[in-house]
């Protein structure tokens, strides 16, 4: 089945750092990758998305490139912010199944001033 | 603006009650989708509606049911609450069957006593 694998957290940086979470994927097929946030005491958000290989997400400073051949989707950002403390999430879709998706178990961020 | 609305931010209940889950969205989108979320394990899935009075068992759907009369309404009922179904439990939506993005409601915190 598919599966999408993110690198474990909590994830601690100082403001201004560089992030990187990594997220890898295990699908029959060509899935669309997403990224999402979720703020403390929210629901999750739409972060960025990419629906093909080689494709560029990018979204209040984040991007994400989808890459087929390792089949990756990492997140990145150059300099991070402490309201960018959150939960964020990988996810495939793959369809024709209804729009379901598959998501990563969340990676903790926490940027100290 | 998309909007997800679910009906209780935080509920409480006693062991052995019916609980009823009230999701609504906006976007006339054809899916709809019941998670629950708990440290350490992620988003997982509990039942999915692809249209009027059609659902699909996600991955967890033992101990809960769910109904959609209308387009619009996805209700989650957990039909004899035990205390292991305390949780926070997260409503989505999304348009049509392939490659969408789901949009979150800000999810409900359900204590089981």
């Known amino acids: 089945g598919n599966s999408v694998t993110q690198m474990e957290g909590p994830v601690t940086l100082s403001e201004e750092a560089f992030l990187t979470i990594n997220c890898t994927y295990t699908?029959?097929?060509?899935?669309?990758l997403f990224w999402y946030v979720q703020y403390p005491g929210e629901g999750l958000q739409l972060l960025l998305k990419a629906t093909k290989a080689d494709d560029k997400g990018s979204n209040k400073g984040f991007e994400a490139t989808y890459r087929k051949e390792t089949t990756s989707f990492h997140l990145e950002k150059g300099s991070v912010q402490v309201s960018d403390s959150a939960v964020y999430f990988c996810?495939?879709?793959?369809?024709?199944?209804?729009?379901?998706?598959?998501f990563g178990d969340g990676t903790t961020l926490t940027v100290k001033p | 603006d998309v909007k997800v609305t679910q009906s209780s931010r935080y509920l409480v209940k006693r062991t052995g009650e019916k609980v009823f889950l009230e999701c609504v969205q906006d976007?006339?989108?054809?899916?709809m989708f019941w998670y629950r979320q708990d440290p350490g394990l992620g988003l997982r899935l509990i039942y999915f509606s692809y249209d009027v009075k059609m659902k699909e068992k996600g991955d967890i759907p033992e101990g809960y049911s769910v109904s959609r009369e209308k387009k619009e309404r996805f209700s989650l009922i957990l039909e004899s609450a035990s205390t292991n179904q305390t949780s926070m439990y997260l409503c989505?939506?999304?348009?049509?069957?392939?490659?969408?993005?789901?949009?979150f409601g800000p999810g409900t915190r359900l204590t089981v006593t």
């Open positions: 976007m006339d989108h054809e899916n």
């Open positions: 996810a495939l879709t793959l369809g024709p199944n209804a729009g379901k998706s598959t």
């Open positions: 989505a939506s999304s348009f049509g069957k392939f490659y969408y993005e789901q949009y």
């Open positions: 699908a029959t097929g060509y899935p669309s």
